[in-house]
């Protein structure tokens, strides 16, 4: 869950710009692989964890499909070229959202398996997606309240 969540920050950070620059035809295009959980493949013993935690374990991989249906409607309906912002931005906070879930999900197995916490770093992964998080939900707020402002 740990490395999902560092592969989601990778996501975050991409702005569909490879080395500051647009692709040979000026466009933005995605650059870092979503992540996959496929908590399947683990030689686990499911029943083993409390119902809740094993559950939303399972069902991680179904949050993380419907985040990628709302990135793909974002590019396919609201994003425009060269730079498809709108399809970026949802594909950020998207991934930011499931980066902090698999992060508390982490955390709450550590602790039913009486693991010590992971300690922070000075680049704490939970901080920058969390402010990643936060300034694109205070963008969209501030866009809206532009536009209700306009329009009446």
């Not at 990778?10 to 870092?32: F, M």
């Not at 683990?42 to 094993?54: G, H, N, Q, R, T």
């Not at 969390?130 to 939900?137: F, T």
């Amino acid at each position: 869950l740990e490395r999902y969540a560092a592969a989601c920050a990778d996501v975050v950070a991409d702005d569909g710009l490879c080395e500051g620059r647009p692709n040979e035809h000026g466009y933005h295009e995605i650059q870092v692989v979503a992540p996959k959980f496929q908590p399947e493949s683990f030689d686990v013993e499911w029943k083993s964890l409390p119902a809740i935690l094993m559950y939303e374990i399972l069902n991680f991989p179904y949050q993380a499909d419907l985040a990628e249906r709302e990135v793909s409607g974002a590019f396919e309906y609201a994003a425009t070229p060269p730079a498809f912002v709108e399809g970026f931005e949802e594909r950020q906070l998207q991934y930011a959202k499931l980066g902090l879930s698999a992060l508390n999900l982490a955390e709450r197995l550590r602790a039913y398996a009486g693991l010590p916490a992971r300690e922070r770093s000075e680049n704490d992964m939970a901080e920058y997606l969390k402010r990643h998080k936060s300034d694109i939900e205070t963008d969209r707020q501030d866009r809206l309240k532009r536009y209700v402002q306009t329009d009446c």
